[in-house]
């Protein structure tokens, strides 16, 4: 089993659309998620960080972990075109490195 | 807004050949990282550096491999004899006053090895 697991997608949406992500872990020691956009040939850009279980929201980004299942989920509100991406999530042990996922890539139409 | 910045944004190499990657990253941080993502793949851990030492490697970091913070505020990573599946994007990264923080990224060095 892979220890980060995303959908590669694409995942295509009309504009305004909630886009909705996934990400599923195997490893118990995670206990701090990062959700990364990267755009082609750019590096990963930090959208959100949670430590532990529970939902956090930041703008049109809601995170959402649930140690119990190891499962991940981001939210994107009212999506833009801008939006259109690949999404990874990054989860990692304490003090320790990050595991990316795949990544999901996201298409948003105008 | 602080951002990481790395240089050069691509490199291209003779196999054997060595070649120095070079990061700039936000200046109060203190833990520094690479990784790499080979061409449709994963973003890869390489190496973490904290207190002018190597605090944890994968084993992608071989002896080919190293790294430096020659001065208060440049980053390296030095590959000394390039393969042909070196080829690939360099990002570096740093996060804040302890290793929990979240990590930031620079936009990568692509690296084309001949």
């Known amino acids: 089993q892979k220890e980060v697991e995303q959908d590669p997608g694409p995942l295509s949406v009309p504009e305004g659309a909630i886009v909705s992500l996934n990400c599923t872990y195997s490893?118990?020691?995670?206990?701090?998620f990062m959700w990364y956009r990267q755009y082609s040939r750019k590096g990963p850009e930090l959208l959100m960080y949670?430590?532990?279980?529970g939902n956090k929201e930041d703008g049109r980004f809601t995170a959402q972990v649930d140690k119990s299942s190891k499962y991940i989920s981001l939210f994107i509100r009212d999506s833009q075109p801008s939006d259109s991406a690949t999404y990874l999530c990054a989860p990692a042990a304490a003090g320790n490195k990050l595991t990316f996922g795949g990544g999901t890539r996201v298409l948003v139409k105008p | 807004e602080p951002e990481v910045t790395q240089t050069p944004s691509h490199q291209v190499t003779q196999m054997g050949q060595e070649v120095i990657l070079r990061c700039v990253p936000i200046s109060n941080h203190l833990y520094f990282y690479w990784y790499r993502q080979i061409l449709g793949q994963k973003v890869e851990f390489l190496v973490s550096f904290y207190n002018n030492e190597i605090s944890e490697k994968s084993e992608i970091f071989d002896d080919q491999f190293s790294v430096e913070r020659p001065d208060g505020s440049n980053f390296t990573l030095k590959i000394r004899s390039t393969k042909l599946e070196d080829s690939a994007m360099y990002f570096c990264?740093?996060?804040?006053?302890?290793?929990?923080?979240?990590?930031?990224f620079g936009d990568g060095t692509r690296l084309s090895i001949l």
């Open positions: 949670t430590y532990s279980s």
């Open positions: 490893n118990s020691a995670f206990q701090y």
């Open positions: 990264a740093s996060s804040d006053v302890d290793s929990n923080q979240p990590q930031h």
